[in-house]
T-cell receptor, first 115, second 113 residues
Framework: GAVVSQHPSWVICKSGTSVKIECRSL??????MFWYRQFPKQSLMLMAT?????????EQGVEKDKFLINHASLTLSTLTVTSAHPEDSSFYIC???????????FGPGTRLTVT | QKEVEQNSGPLSVPEGAIASLNCTYS??????FFWYRQYSGKSPELIMS????GDKEDGRFTAQLNKASQYVSLLIRDSQPSDSATYLC?????????????FGTGTSLTVIP
């Protein structure tokens, strides 16, 4: 149980374009989902927290107009990187929790490369 | 700010030995503690969660929590080369679900065959 999927697993896009990443909880209802970014050999950095049906809460320094998060259902959250630039190239990872347990379960991550 | 401190390592142990990973935290009200394993290029994978003082064992893994001293540790018995990874300590400040986790920077473990 507690499986979280992400799609795509990797994506290459051109500078200035937008990319959407999907995060799904496959066998539980995710009341809260988290989006992280991780640069090589660095720690996880929380970008935002999203609760189903509510606006996402962004961490300080994360541009909410650039990183659009939608959590429209209890099993799906999306992160859209708008007008991507090479410095947005990173490993984006989502995690999810249910309302019944404290643990966060991570998706496999999406590696974004902006050329 | 909830600080979570881990020795970045690298920690090297021979195959079959016990690997000991430590984590200290600054917030006395933290309630829930977690250990994640992250292989290079992969996302974190939950290994253990612990909520009460004392030891919790799961297979070759034992988590130890001491809230008075504000530390949590992970012991890996009979270490295997496949245990080589970065281990992340995380805490949640609340007993409510859906709260933000605070992660340490991780300890890199290498198990030498």
């Amino acid at each position: 149980g507690a499986v979280v999927s992400q799609h795509p697993s990797w994506v290459i896009c051109k500078s200035g374009t937008s990319v959407k990443i999907e995060c799904r909880s496959l066998d539980f209802q995710a009341t809260t989902m988290f989006w992280y970014r991780q640069f090589p050999k660095q720690s996880l950095m929380l970008m935002a927290t999203s609760n189903e049906g509510s606006k996402a809460t962004y961490e300080q320094g994360v541009e909410k107009d650039k990183f659009l998060i939608n959590h429209a259902s209890l099993t799906l959250s999306t992160l859209t990187v708008t007008s991507a630039h090479p410095e947005d190239s990173s490993f984006y990872i989502c995690s999810a929790t249910s309302g019944l347990a404290y643990e966060q379960y991570f998706g496999p991550g999406t590696r974004l490369t902006v050329t | 700010q909830k600080e979570v401190e881990q020795n970045s390592g690298p920690l090297s142990v021979p195959e079959g030995a016990i690997a000991s990973l430590n984590c200290t935290y600054s917030d006395r009200v933290s309630q829930s503690f977690f250990w994640y394993r992250q292989y290079s290029g992969k996302s974190p994978e939950l290994i253990m969660s612990i909520y009460s003082n004392g030891d919790k064992e799961d297979g070759r893994f034992t988590a130890q929590l001491n809230k008075a001293s504000q530390y949590v540790s992970l012991l890996i018995r009979d270490s295997q080369p496949s245990d080589s990874a970065t281990y992340l300590c995380a805490l949640s400040p609340s007993t409510n679900t859906g709260n933000q986790f605070y992660f340490g920077t991780g300890t890199s473990l290498t198990v030498i065959p």
